[in-house]
């Protein structure tokens, strides 16, 4: 059962460098900010597995839920901060 | 038994996160793209937390429920939360003007339709 929780892991971390193009290279700063977040959400799944993996399911599961609270508040603010600045003119790829 | 399932529901989930990633690769325009961004947070969470907490359920203890319940309301925190922000990504984007993509390659904004 090792190996299966292993090789989910690693297979979530690749998917996860498919969100990171997004992150990298995406248009205006919403699209970088989708890829953040879609990235945040698979790493709350990798970290339960890598507390599987090592047997402390116990103290890994506090720090998943820590960390899918640290991404929604950042996903939040930093949406309602690119939309104070309206920066976002800027990058767009349209017109 | 439980081996078997606990893996089909982890080879679910991860189905569901690859076309999460695919989608947001793929989709040509930032509204779109908020479509898989979504999906892939609530039903791929769902299938690999109920898988994960299904395994650390095998050994039967008070400590091991706990663990579970914790995965499980990590389930339901995300639940809440990943609309949320889904919304306030779009709520950026609408105010700050962005326009939807269309066929022609570009649409006035409050037009979608032509």
New interface residues.
């Given amino acids: 059962?090792d190996t299966?929780?292993l090789y989910?892991a690693l297979?979530?971390a690749v998917?996860m460098l498919?969100?990171l193009?997004?992150a990298v290279f995406g248009?205006?700063v919403?699209?970088r900010?989708?890829?953040v977040?879609?990235i945040g959400?698979?790493t709350?799944?990798l970290l339960?597995?890598i507390g599987?993996i090592y047997r402390r399911?116990?103290m890994f599961?506090?720090i998943?839920?820590a960390y899918?609270?640290l991404n929604?508040i950042a996903?939040?603010a930093a949406?309602?901060f690119?939309?104070k600045r309206?920066g976002?003119?800027d990058e767009?790829e349209?017109? | 038994m439980i081996?078997f399932i606990?893996?089909a529901l982890?080879?679910c989930?991860?189905i569901f996160?690859?076309g999460?990633?695919?989608g947001?690769?793929r989709m040509p325009d930032?509204y779109s793209?908020?479509h898989p961004?979504g999906k892939?947070?609530t039903m791929?969470?769902l299938m690999?937390?109920i898988a994960?907490a299904l395994?650390?359920l095998h050994e039967f203890s008070v400590?091991a429920i706990?663990?579970s319940m914790?995965?499980i309301?990590?389930v339901v925190?995300?639940f809440i939360?990943?609309p949320?922000?889904?919304h306030?990504?779009v709520?950026?984007?609408v105010?700050?003007?962005?326009?939807p993509?269309t066929k022609e390659?570009?649409g006035a904004y409050y037009d979608m339709g032509t």
């Fill in positions: 059962m299966v929780f989910s297979f979530l998917i498919l969100s193009y997004r248009p205006t919403l699209d900010l989708i890829g977040n879609a959400s698979k709350t799944a339960i597995l599987l399911v116990d599961v506090d998943a839920l899918a609270m929604f996903v939040l949406s309602r690119f939309q309206k976002l003119y767009q349209t017109k | 081996n606990v893996t982890l080879i989930g991860l996160f690859f999460g990633a695919v947001i690769i930032f793209r908020l961004a892939l947070d791929g969470l690999t937390m994960m395994y650390s400590d706990l663990t914790k995965i309301l990590i925190f995300v939360t990943s949320t922000a889904t306030a990504i709520d950026a984007g105010r700050a003007g962005l326009e993509w390659g570009k």
